[in-house]
């Protein structure tokens, strides 16, 4: 039965924000249409949360086991054992946890050691934070496919324009984007390339699609 948990703080680590993001119709097959739809996160299979001391070589194969995404190494793991668990409450008992919202967890734990965990196509690695990550490691996503990612995900995104100038628009991203995220205008095909944590990046599309009207 899906649990109502929507992955709270974790011993006041973090507090995921998975709040409704605005719903656009779907209509047609234009690239505005494309871009529009906002879809819900998947229910992907979703993981039981066990509580515990874990090594972060533990940790990283319990979820690569259960996303059956193999992991790829990457950046040296810290050493030591990391604590995992919920409040020893009734209402947190079998929570389970969906993907995105353990890589979220995941990698504000992460951050103390400059590290970040990524999920590639059909794999996920570990990789330095403090040097920008090579952007062939970074998977491409639709706008769709954006809103189903954790907002700690690096990914790539092609957004085309319908009307505004693409210089234009990544001149007014550049002022939102923070400093892990980058957009390049392509002129030729009237679009902008986005590169950057998909949290930074949803903000981005809505702006887009304001502009873009």
Do not use: H
Request: with cysteine; charged share 25%.
């Amino acid at each position: 039965m899906r649990s109502a948990f929507s992955f709270p703080c974790l011993l006041g680590c973090l507090a995921l924000c998975l709040g409704e993001s605005n719903a656009w119709a779907a209509a047609g097959k234009s690239a505005k249409a494309e871009r529009a739809v906002l879809q819900a996160r998947p229910d992907d299979e979703r993981m039981l949360l066990e509580c515990g001391f874990r090594t972060w070589d533990l940790l990283l194969e319990w979820v690569s086991d259960n996303t059956k995404m193999p992991l790829v190494t990457g950046a040296a793991l810290p050493e030591g054992a990391v604590w995992i668990g919920l409040p020893a409450t009734p209402e947190y008992e079998g929570v389970r946890v969906s993907t995105l919202e353990t890589i979220d967890y995941l990698n504000e734990r992460l951050r103390p050691f400059a590290l970040l965990l990524i999920r590639r196509d059909g794999c996920l690695t570990v990789v330095s934070s403090d040097t920008a990550v090579d952007p062939r490691f970074l998977p491409y996503v639709s706008p769709a496919e954006l809103f189903q990612r954790g907002r700690s995900e690096k990914v790539r995104l092609i957004l085309p324009l319908e009307s505004a100038r693409p210089v234009d628009v990544a001149g007014r991203l550049n002022t939102l984007l923070g400093p892990q995220s980058s957009v390049t205008p392509l002129q030729s095909t009237r679009g902008l390339l986005l590169i950057g944590p998909a949290g930074e990046l949803q903000r981005a599309v809505e702006l887009v699609l304001f502009l873009d009207r």
